[in-house]
């Protein structure tokens, strides 16, 4: 079914959730909302034609029965009520993903009551079919759910609102919450998919006779810098005590490369400039080649391994974004 759109000051007032909120986020009894379903509703109004024939015949076996009913649905209302009530909700991880691939948040509920909470089913408020993983938690337990939404853009993706929900024990009514916890998923851009190659390196160095930052022949130590590459780390000098050092290699097989924003082509894009400055930045990366990235007002000084391809994709995502 889907929600209708009221404004945001109704929102705020009736779900009482006005944007990302910090964990852990309980869910008190002011935040729990009853109602009857589409079976509840039924149900309803079968009692009333029930009760109606009953004073009509003056019938002792179909007011018994009407009023039975009756009170088994009084009760779910209550189970339902307390199936929600008292959990708690708190961030996980949002691993960086690839503008076109899904974002994977995960959110950890706790139950720090005695009994198991049953058939709960958690969604964005705006999903258009609830129900469709419903998960338990065992008493005094935390669990973790994967919230899958698509990408379509680069840059951050928050996570949105999201509905907790249960229809135990009869079906007969829901209970749900409303909430949005503060999480977000870094958006890489796509990379070009065909395009020039790595532009070459050794800018310069040309008066080095050819000798590049290569990894062929071990050329000696010098100081760490935290865009180093851990397998070039003297892991054995460390271990000793000493201080930083990475190992420094020469040879032919590898030169520092410069992705330079400025050197692309004019007619470019920003979007096609980001896509084709993306591949490179993958590319140089699987290729083991220490390289720097240079954007307009911004330079990543030259580096390898995953945190400096991390923090070159970034740049990237977050290029024109005011909340970079």
């Given amino acids: 079914m889907k929600h209708l759109e009221l404004p945001a000051a109704v929102q705020r007032w009736l779900f009482r959730v006005s944007g990302p909120e910090r964990s852990p986020i309980e869910l008190g009894q002011r935040r729990i909302f009853v109602l009857p379903t589409r079976f509840g509703v039924s149900l309803g109004l079968t009692l009333t034609v029930m009760l109606l ?7 002792s076996l179909g007011f018994a029965l009407t009023f039975l009913i009756a009170s088994v649905g009084w009760v ?3 189970h339902a009520f307390r199936n929600v009530v008292g959990l ?10 690839f503008c076109g691939q899904p974002a994977h948040f995960g959110v950890i509920l706790s139950n720090p009551g005695p009994r198991a909470r049953l058939g709960l089913d958690i969604r964005p408020t705006r999903h258009a079919h609830p129900g469709a993983n419903l998960f338990d938690i065992p008493a005094e337990t935390s669990v973790i759910r994967d919230i899958e939404l698509p990408t379509t853009r680069r840059g951050w993706l928050p996570l949105p609102r999201l509905t907790l929900e249960t229809h135990h024990p009869l079906g007969l009514i829901r209970a749900w919450s409303l909430f949005q916890p503060d999480l977000r998923c870094l958006v890489y851009p796509t990379p070009e998919r065909e395009g020039p190659p790595l532009p070459g390196g050794g800018e310069g160095r040309s008066g080095e006779g050819g000798t590049g930052q290569g990894q062929d022949d071990f050329a000696g130590l010098r ?13 054995k000098a460390v271990a000793r005590g000493g201080p930083w050092r990475t190992k420094d290699f020469e040879g032919s097989t590898a030169t520092d490369i410069t992705l330079d924003w400025s050197s692309l082509p004019p007619d470019l894009s920003i ?3 980001i896509a084709r400055l993306t591949r490179w930045v993958l590319e140089a990366d699987q ?14 000084p030259r580096g390898q391994g995953a945190a400096h391809r991390h923090q070159c994709l970034s740049a990237l995502a977050l290029y024109g974004h005011v909340d970079a």
Avoid at 53 to 59: D, E, M
């Fill in 53 to 59: 024939a009953s004073i009509n015949y003056t019938l």
């Fill in 76 to 78: 779910s209302i209550h």
């Fill in 88 to 97: 708690s909700i708190a961030t996980g991880r949002a691993e960086p993903v």
């Fill in 223 to 235: 100081h760490h810098q935290p865009a180093d590459s851990p397998r070039h780390v003297a892991w």
């Fill in 271 to 273: 979007e096609a400039r």
């Fill in 287 to 300: 290729a083991g080649t220490a390289y720097a990235l240079t954007l307009p007002g911004h330079t990543l």
